[in-house]
């Protein structure tokens, strides 16, 4: 499935869409350049899930943390400053597993081995300055659903 939206809000309200649907449990990847939307989407999926705290990007952090609707916590991460995976990936496991959390992940790479098989990747191009081209693929049947109900 591909989205195309041609402002910020407008990706914000794709982002709120997607929140929505989710129930936790659910690992969504976001894949895309420097600058391309990841943490803009994800605050849309904040929004999506209710959280009332303003989404920062953890691209210091590496994780940030918030609690969302119907007692679910949206953890968010950005690994670009991670050197490796480390004790992270044991974190992240743990993250994973638990059923009432979302994860949402930027830049995944370092802990691909850390990544579940089921899981929803959005790859976001931008053709211009404004325009985002997000290219959604389901890798399993949970992340299905959730593309699905979009
Ligand atoms: N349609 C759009 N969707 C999302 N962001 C947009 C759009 N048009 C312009 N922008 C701008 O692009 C930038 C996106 O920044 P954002 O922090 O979300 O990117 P990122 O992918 O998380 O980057 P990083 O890899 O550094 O974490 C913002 O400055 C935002 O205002
Ligand atoms: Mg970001």
Known sequence: MIIEVTNEEEMKA????????LNGGEVLELVGDV???KTTLTKGIATGLDVDEDVQSPSFTISRVYSARDGLTLAHYDFYRLGHAGIMANELHETIL?????????????VEGALPADRLTLNIVSPTETTRR???EAHGLKSRKIEQAL
């Open 14 to 21: 794709f982002g709120a869409r997607l929140g929505r649907h």
């Open 35 to 37: 600058g391309s939307g």
């Open 98 to 110: 638990n059923p009432r959390t979302v994860t949402v992940i930027e830049w995944g790479g370092i």
């Open 134 to 136: 997000i290219i959604v």
